[in-house]
């Protein structure tokens, strides 16, 4: 079988996914050729490298006429969604021939930027990287019609155990995050948890982080701002994880994340993790059995005291973190989904596909497909509180994520302005 995948780019967890997953395939064997077109330039060369190696090809920005004779010559064509504006943008206007399509979504679905419900209508099958994302309810009618053609395979995988660095008897534990730093993805009130933790605790947090930004800034006004240090960007993350205990992996309500590739290997390594009620996080960890759930900012720093005070209930906590995630989150587990769901769509001959009609043609109305029901005037002063599609920094599928790639469309000109 012939599977080309068609994908922004291979950034983060999408990368690291499908790396592990193709280094799975060649230990097992398969005879399945994959092949990934990327829409833009990788910046980090690390996992199409590791693609390359793994017997797959991978070709950047090809000419239109180059990528609709990749499509051809595939059994399947796998879009790897997530709401970005070259991919909207090549589905809408590359006049792809007749082919079989299989979705893999890279973002839950559950809050804005929404999966456009018209697009897995369009599929043979659709594989969502969380079990959060069935609950999507712009999905539920769809869902509900076709359960047999929508899976989970899991996208964020562990790391073989290796040896954690001890921690001195009678030492305080060691507390971290290691991600993305900035509050599309990070809660508001992180900083707030850490300062009004009853103890004296002390986190490591690992990830670039504007100095002149909000992040910075929200740290810098703690009452105790010693307790955060900041440590830059690692290129060995699974070495920084096993020097800590605890997690503090606390996002922001509605964030756009699904298989927390960070989240999973930090518990693959025996860490603690400390999670805000997200259902992304929520289909991750179980409270009080693989880490702790907390409710509000207020209940974190309530977790945070108790754990300080309690290092031998979090190394329980952490050990079985380890076992479960060495259990369900293994590259050949998710390999296996995919042998099936693209089984299925073989079944089914190769047709044309309307993405335009489903998706929209030009690039505001590909903007509004992912709103859901945010208002597309909800832009300036009046935008919704704490909605990162409107926000000034060119979040995943935001407003100036799109502008930043259409800079001269006057629709979303006009959209920025408050027109």
């Known amino acids: 079988m012939h599977v080309t995948h068609l994908a922004p780019h291979l950034g983060g967890g999408v990368g690291k996914a499908h790396a592990a997953l193709a280094e799975a395939r060649r230990e097992q064997g398969t005879g399945e050729q994959h092949r990934f077109v990327l829409l833009e330039a990788p910046q980090d060369a690390r996992f199409a490298d590791r693609l390359r190696a793994a017997g797959a090809d991978v070709i950047v920005q090809p000419e239109p006429d180059e990528l609709r004779g990749l499509v051809a010559a595939a059994d399947i064509l796998q879009v790897e969604w997530w709401s970005h504006p070259r991919l909207y943008e090549c589905l809408a206007r590359a006049d792809l021939p007749p082919h079989r399509l299989v979705l893999w979504t890279h973002g839950s679905g559950l809050a804005p930027p929404l999966i456009p419900a ?23 009618r769809l869902i509900g019609a076709r359960p047999q053609d929508f899976v989970v395979a899991n996208s964020g995988f562990g790391f073989d155990m290796m040896p ?4 001195p008897a009678g030492s305080p534990l060691r507390f971290g995050l290691l991600g993305t730093l900035d509050f599309a993805k990070l809660h508001p009130r992180f900083f707030d948890a850490v300062d009004d933790a009853g103890s004296d605790i002390r ?21 105790h701002p010693a307790r955060v240090m900041f440590e830059g960007h690692t290129d060995d993350p699974a070495a920084v994880l096993a020097e800590l205990d605890v997690f503090v992996h606390l996002l922001a309500p509605g964030h756009y994340g699904t298989g927390e590739n960070a989240l999973v290997e930090a518990m693959s390594l025996g860490l603690c993790p400390l999670v805000i009620d997200n259902p992304a996080e929520r289909a991750i960890v179980t409270h009080r059995e693989t880490g702790i759930v907390a409710t509000s900012i207020a209940e974190a720093a309530g977790w945070l005291d108790w754990m300080a005070g309690h290092p031998g209930a979090v190394a329980s906590l952490g050990a079985e973190a380890a076992r479960r995630v060495a259990e369900a989150h293994r590259p050949a587990a998710s390999v296996s989904v995919f042998e099936d769901i693209q089984a299925r769509a073989m079944a089914s001959p190769k047709r044309l596909r309307d993405y335009a009609g489903a998706l929209g043609e030009t690039p505001v109305a590909w903007f509004e497909a992912s709103l859901g029901e945010v208002s597309i005037t909800a832009t300036g002063d009046g935008a919704p509180t704490g909605n990162a599609l409107f926000a000034a920094t060119p979040a995943k599928g935001s407003l100036a994520h799109f502008r ?11 959209l920025a302005r408050g027109g």
Do not use: K
Request: glycine fraction near 6%.
């Open 203 to 223: 986190v490591r947090l690992f990830g670039h982080c504007d100095p002149g930004g909000e992040v910075a800034a929200a740290a810098a006004a703690m009452r």
């Open 404 to 414: 930043r790639c259409f800079p001269d469309d006057a629709a979303l000109l006009a």
């Open 164 to 167: 954690r660095h001890p921690r």
């Open 118 to 140: 018209a697009l897995p209508e369009l599929a043979d099958g659709t594989a969502f990287t969380s079990a959060c994302s069935l609950q999507a309810p712009n999905l539920q």
